[in-house]
């Protein structure tokens, strides 16, 4: 293969643009949100800081929105996500607290700290793991089901905390508030590791083709000898793993854990799923367009900031940034795809 073949052979990314035009309108949001950010604000929307201040900030409703997705791929939806996440990250702290003392040497915490991380995702997958089976064997509806769960999960952790903030004594802040190389956010660095994960199984594994299948035709998955109540449970198991992930970076990004940290997130990250392309049906959905939602959010609810806070001195404007692109793109593919169906 000669350099130029290289040149001119097109990426996988080049190739889901040119096959996903949900991908393209993101893509080109992404980047027009980001020119006029940068000419609206030159002196602190491109800079260094900014791009670290950013790439600190999304990365657990990233994950989230992976988590959903997951879900949302078989037809189903997980709205306990959030709670798993809270439930995981207290039984992590109440770890910590219990088995590192003040004075306790490096071995000692390094293994208690490695003993927290397990029982964080141990407990997403058993979360998970009871969501799945409701599902796929009790046969209950995906959204009254982790609605439930939810409750649930939340409850135990009320009960187990009596309402109070766990803190982990500092034991995870490594996690949650530093850099790699004092550039990238090490949770920026666990999402892009997340998010590489999963693309690779939902393209590469006969697990991922099971989950497309079964949201595009359950009946067909059914009759192609796939083991539906299996592939669905493996998926809901899939999800509390990643919320517990989030967990950990929740118990490091805040020194604590409580039951009712981050209640807005759930509707945040199913609004990054659907903006992404994935299809609420089942059966759609690439990780490509969770990682152009979230950044093509993250940069106009950031420049939007910074641009109500100079004419005003008002800031969070996220949740009505989001809101608005939401609706604009989802205006935008419905009648491209009428315009499609009449040609």
């Known amino acids: 293969?000669?350099?130029?073949?290289?040149?001119?052979?097109?990426?996988?990314?080049?190739?889901l643009l040119i096959r996903d035009g949900n991908l393209v309108r993101l893509f080109i949001a992404c980047v027009l949100i980001f020119v006029t950010m940068s000419l609206l604000r030159p002196a602190v929307f491109?800079?260094?800081?900014?791009?670290?201040?950013?790439?600190?900030q999304f990365p657990e409703i990233g994950i989230l929105a992976i988590a959903i997705m997951i879900a949302m791929l078989t037809g189903g939806i997980d709205l306990s996500v959030v709670s798993i996440a809270n439930l995981s990250g207290v039984l992590a702290a109440l770890f910590i607290r219990a088995v590192i003392p003040a004075d306790a040497?490096?071995?000692?915490?390094?293994?208690?700290?490695?003993?927290?991380?397990?029982?964080?995702?141990?407990?997403?997958?058993?979360?998970?793991?009871?969501?799945?089976?409701?599902?796929?064997?009790?046969?209950?509806?995906?959204?009254?089901?982790?609605?439930?769960?939810m409750t649930l999960y939340t409850g135990i952790?009320?009960?187990?905390?009596?309402?109070?903030?766990?803190?982990?004594?500092?034991?995870?802040?490594?996690?949650?508030?530093?850099?790699l190389f004092d550039l990238i956010p090490i949770p920026l660095l666990i999402f892009a590791i997340v998010a590489a994960a999963v693309s690779v199984i939902l393209n590469k594994t006969g697990f991922g083709l099971k989950l497309y299948l079964i949201g595009s035709n359950e009946k067909?998955?059914?009759?192609?000898?796939i083991d539906v109540p299996k592939t669905l449970i493996g998926a809901y198991v899939l999800s509390g793993l990643l919320a517990a992930i989030v967990a950990i970076i929740f118990l490091g990004r805040n020194n604590s854990a409580k039951w009712d940290f981050a209640p807005s997130y759930v509707l945040q990250a199913i609004l990054v799923a659907v903006l992404a392309g994935v299809n609420p049906a089942g059966g759609s959905g690439r990780i490509a367009g969770i990682v152009?939602?979230?950044?093509?959010?993250?940069?106009?609810?950031?420049?939007?900031?910074?641009?109500?806070?100079a004419v005003s001195g008002g800031q969070f404007f996220r949740e009505f940034a989001w809101g608005a692109?939401?609706?604009i793109i989802m205006?935008?593919?419905?009648?491209?795809?009428?315009?499609?169906?009449r040609t």
Not at 46 to 56: A, D, V, Y
Not at 158 to 178: D, P, Q, S, Y
Not at 292 to 309: E, K, R, V, Y
Request: charged content about 10%; hydrophobic content about 50%.
């Open 1 to 15: 293969m000669t350099v130029q073949d290289v040149l001119t052979r097109p990426t996988q990314w080049t190739r």
């Open 331 to 341: 205006v935008i593919n419905y009648y491209s795809e009428r315009r499609r169906g």
């Open 157 to 179: 952790n009320v009960v187990i905390t009596r309402g109070n903030a766990v803190f982990a004594e500092n034991r995870l802040v490594f996690i949650g508030n530093t850099y």
């Open 220 to 225: 067909a998955a059914r009759f192609s000898g």
């Open 46 to 56: 491109p800079t260094i800081e900014n791009f670290r201040s950013m790439g600190s």
């Open 325 to 327: 692109l939401l609706l």
């Open 292 to 309: 152009l939602a979230i950044l093509a959010l993250q940069f106009i609810s950031t420049g939007l900031n910074m641009l109500l806070l």
């Open 105 to 149: 040497p490096p071995v000692v915490v390094a293994l208690g700290l490695l003993g927290a991380i397990v029982i964080a995702l141990a407990s997403g997958v058993l979360f998970g793991l009871i969501n799945g089976l409701l599902v796929a064997r009790v046969g209950l509806t995906p959204i009254l089901a982790t609605l439930g769960t």
